[in-house]
């Protein structure tokens, strides 16, 4: 097979996003605009703290409408039927483990509905147990696993898969897997079958994910459930058409020419996201499968998933600092759409330090204008609020098995989300100047403390904000004592999925943040009509 690349921008629609990007600015003009010229300038601090939340709330609006706008486009796209390949080529399935390796998720790997496959399991594992578990299976598998392991482990998990590469991988294309991720029979079968011919633009060919659920999930992990089949069902399948489909870095088909001819995997965290944007750069675009569906965990509670979280602003502000600028700027064979899509859909990132800033710069403005007398909501306001949380409980609704499930999950993610918001806000920042340590999410019920100063700092700022909330008393108070509650939570989410007081108490408490925050929406209204 022959890879051709710089052959020219691969073209993409800029409907949707153009679509956003024209409500937005309606909507800016209406609402943001109004508020910000009516500040008052002679109170320079005022002026300054409203300037800067009007621009924070400004670009959030616009990340918002961004992403809603491709999840309701996801609610009725259909993907154009692409031709299947009539030959079986030869596959390597790299199943990369350290300390995490799951039998039944690799046996999933060996069962394979597909004549020519093989199994790599890439070990990087250091305790004893698990090293002794993986051999044992491979010998039980001798026709179809190949035991992988090398002296150090750098280059975390893209090191582990350039290994493979460079001593092992013979085969035309290779699978990526992670640990816990269990696919269905003929998963393998429907990638090949996709896979691009000879000189396509595509450069891999990504599966879609559901969150595994059963007996032995945990209470966070039941209430998860609808998010990762909601970002792949909903989020990504426009993309292929509007935006820039990136790879996950697990359930991903890749050629083994286009891998070596980019020079194998970029040896960083986020080493998917990078990927992808290294293929872009040769006119190599990803191609999604939204009916090829494998299974895999979210993290077991709630310290694996603050470790998760931690990684992923980690990772994407290393991103920021070394692939991104190249991307945006020195790949001529990217369209503008895509490019566009990307920064968006890694946005929130940057914007999360900022989010946790304007919670208290909010509320103080917005105070010393209540207690004023001064009106700055115009009418509209409230129809937006509500509009913003009915069409994104909508989209929740649309992925879940049932409404309860869809409600669940809606303030479960915010309450868990909200009280790690500073804790990841840190990390992006401090890893915007220096590079970071890959972390390893606990999986097969694994569970890991919480870090000490996060357990002192968090529950800190959100008695503060509690506080605040009360003396800078107005509508949006309720907005700063939903994050006080998620904050002050923090230590106490650790027990979310364990079966006690405590941990019956927590899930009790998980609702709360959600709850305030639609207050703030009643109280808006209030505001507007009073």
Known sequence: MTIQTGTGKIRKSPALALTAILVWLVLISLLVWPWIVRLDATDWMLSAAGHFSGLVWWLMLLWAFHHLAYQIAGLFYRETPQATRPDTPEVAILYTTRDDFNPNCCRSCVEQIHPRFRVLICDDSENENYRTLISGFCSAHPDRCTLMRRSDCGGFKAGNLNNALKTEVTEEWVLLVDADQKL??????TLVSLAPKNDSPIGFVQGAQKSAIDKQSSHLQQAMAPGAQGFCQRDLPPRTEFGFVPMLGHGTLIS??????????????????TFAMLAAGRGLHGHYVRNAVSEESFPHDFPAFVIRLRKYASGTAELFRRAFPIFLFANHNTALVAKWDLFLMLGWYLLMPFVVINGFVAAYVCHRYWTSGIPILIPMLPYLFTWLVLSSLAIVISASDN???????????GGIFLSALPLASCAFVR???????????????????????????????????????????????????????????????????????????????IYLPGLLLLAAVGAVWYWAYS
Do not use: M
Not at 184 to 189: F, H, N, S, V
Not at 434 to 440: A, G, I, L
Not at 465 to 473: E, H, K, Q, S
């Open 184 to 189: 269905p029979a003929d998963y393998l079968r």
């Open 256 to 273: 083994t020419e286009t891998l070596r001819s980019c020079g194998g995997f970029p040896e960083v965290v986020s080493e998917d996201f």
């Open 403 to 413: 409404v309860r499930q869809a409600f669940r999950f809606y303030f479960w993610s």
């Open 431 to 509: 890893h915007l100047f220096r590079d970071p340590v890959f972390e390893r999410t606990p999986k097969n019920g694994q569970s890991e403390g919480l870090s000490r100063v996060a357990v002192r700092c968090t529950p800190a700022l959100g008695l503060a904000a509690l506080i605040l909330a009360a003396v800078w008393y107005s509508p949006f108070s309720f907005v700063l004592a939903g994050h006080g509650v998620a904050y002050l939570s923090f230590p106490l989410y650790a027990h979310l999925c364990r079966d006690s007081a405590r941990g019956r108490f927590a899930r009790a408490v």
